[in-house]
Structure formats: C-alpha cells, structure tokens
C-alpha cells in the first residue's frame, strides 16, 4: 500500500466519522478552523481528521469561521461541478461518483472525498468538505444529480 492510499483511506475514514457526527452547520465552522490552523502551521495537512481547537486570538469569531467554511465548500463544490457534469473531467471521474450514488451516501462521500484529494485538496479540508458538498448538492438530487448541482450553485 503506498502513502497516497494510505492517506486517501485515512481521509475517507475521518469524512465517514464527521458525517455521522457532525451537522453541516458544525462542518462550516471546522472547515473555518481548519483554514486557519492550516494557514498557521501546514505540516497538519497530514491529519485528515484535523479538528482544532477554537482560539479566537487566531481564528477571530465563529461566524467568520463559519463564512469561511461555506466559502470553503462553494469554492470546491464549483470546482468538482465542472469536473464531473462540466466536461472537463475524466469520463472514468463521472461514472465513479454516479456509481456511488446509487451505492448511497457513505460511498458517494468516499468517491467524493477521493476526487477532493485527487485536486490536491488537503486531506483535513477534504474530508469535511465532501461530507457537506454530497448533503446538500449530491444526495438530494437524485438521477438528476448535475441539474440539481448546477442549480443549487447558482443560488449559492
């Protein structure tokens, strides 16, 4: 097994952890906390279940970190929209996603999760990201799933 799969099967198994216990309210203000701890010191990128104690001397209020958060998952969102429904992925990306879909939402969050990485999102930041982007674009929408993204997006 290599690092990098390592690594990737360790960032799913934090994102699975987060969506059983954490909101996507909750996700916002982690992924905030996670930015600016990142920021701060980079070598924890490595610890793809990164949840960092709030200190306001450096990370300023909750609602900041929460905007930052849902900047956060607008930002990749946007992106993992064009690589999958926007043509400029892999057609092996689309089908990989689609096919978790209709697996439910703990594969649809791994398949998530591993296209984050593979866009060289942190592994933290991915982890909880993905668990937010399947929620509130993914999931809901069904067979219907790059109509509903593309949509929801647009109103974001």
Same mark, same amino acid.
């Given at each position: 097994?290599?690092?990098?799969?390592?690594?990737?099967?360790?960032?799913?198994?934090?994102?699975?952890? #987060? !969506?059983?216990?954490?909101?996507?309210?909750?996700?916002?203000?982690?992924?905030?906390?996670?930015?600016?701890?990142?920021?701060?010191?980079?070598?924890?990128?490595?610890?793809?279940?990164?949840?960092?104690?709030?200190? @306001?001397?450096?990370?300023?209020?909750?609602?900041?970190?929460?905007?930052?958060?849902? $900047?956060?998952?607008? $930002?990749?969102?946007?992106?993992?929209?064009?690589?999958?429904?926007?043509?400029?992925?892999?057609?092996?990306?689309?089908?990989?996603?689609?096919?978790?879909?209709?697996?439910?939402?703990?594969?649809?969050?791994?398949?998530?999760?591993?296209?984050?990485?593979?866009? !060289?999102?942190?592994?933290?930041? !991915?982890? !909880?990201? @993905?668990?937010?982007?399947? $929620?509130? #674009?993914?999931?809901?929408?069904?067979?219907?799933?790059?109509? #509903?993204?593309?949509?929801?997006?647009?109103?974001?």
């Amino acid at each position: 097994m290599t690092t990098d799969t390592a690594l990737e099967e360790k960032t799913i198994a934090a994102a699975e952890t #987060f !969506a059983a216990e954490k909101d996507d309210e909750a996700l916002y203000v982690m992924l905030g906390k996670q930015e600016k701890a990142l920021a701060r010191d980079p070598s924890l990128a490595t610890q793809p279940a990164l949840d960092p104690d709030y200190d @306001s001397s450096h990370m300023g209020l909750v609602d900041d970190l929460k905007d930052i958060g849902k $900047r956060i998952v607008a $930002r990749w969102s946007r992106a993992l929209y064009d690589l999958v429904c926007g043509g400029q992925g892999e057609d092996a990306d689309r089908k990989k996603l689609m096919d978790a879909l209709n697996v439910g939402e703990a594969a649809t969050i791994g398949a998530v999760t591993a296209l984050l990485l593979g866009m !060289a999102v942190p592994p933290p930041i !991915a982890a !909880a990201a @993905s668990v937010v982007i399947v $929620r509130k #674009f993914l999931m809901p929408a069904g067979e219907e799933v790059c109509l #509903f993204w593309g949509e929801q997006l647009d109103e974001a």
